[in-house]
């Protein structure tokens, strides 16, 4: 078992990437096309038909799959050794890949406000 030191490092590098691949899915261009899909097909059908379609328009729901792989690819555990320190593991990388995403989002958010203030202004200034 790694010191409790390096499975916070672990913990807070492992969120990066689950948090880049949820965000991109969810929300870029580049997935705009299927994105579109799953959110029409999301909106009608059976119930699970629904739900799973939904999972790939919600970055929280899509952290948790992300989150899964993650952990299968990396043997990442959390204070425990056995099965639980998987589980402890998994929601402890949502949480923290949800805090990212979260961060992420306000900062664009303020970058495009900064951006249209300046073209409004840069307008003013041209009459």
Not at 40 to 65: D, I, M, N, P, Q
Request: aromatic share 18%; with cysteine; proline share 2%.
């Amino acid at each position: 078992m790694m010191p409790l030191s390096a499975q916070i490092t672990w913990l807070f590098l492992l969120a990066i990437p689950t948090a880049c691949i949820a965000w991109t899915v969810t929300h870029e261009e580049i997935f705009k096309e299927p994105r579109e899909y799953c959110i029409k097909c999301s909106e009608k059908g059976s119930l699970l038909k629904r739900k799973f379609f939904y999972l790939f328009t919600c970055e929280y729901c899509f952290s948790h799959y992300v989150t899964v792989a993650v952990l299968f690819f990396s043997g990442y555990k959390l204070l425990l050794a056995d099965w639980r320190g998987y589980i402890i593991a998994g929601f402890s990388l949502v949480w923290i890949a949800n805090f990212y995403m979260s961060l992420y989002a306000r900062i664009k958010t303020d970058i495009k406000k900064e951006k249209v203030d300046i073209s409004i202004k840069e307008e003013q200034l041209n009459k």
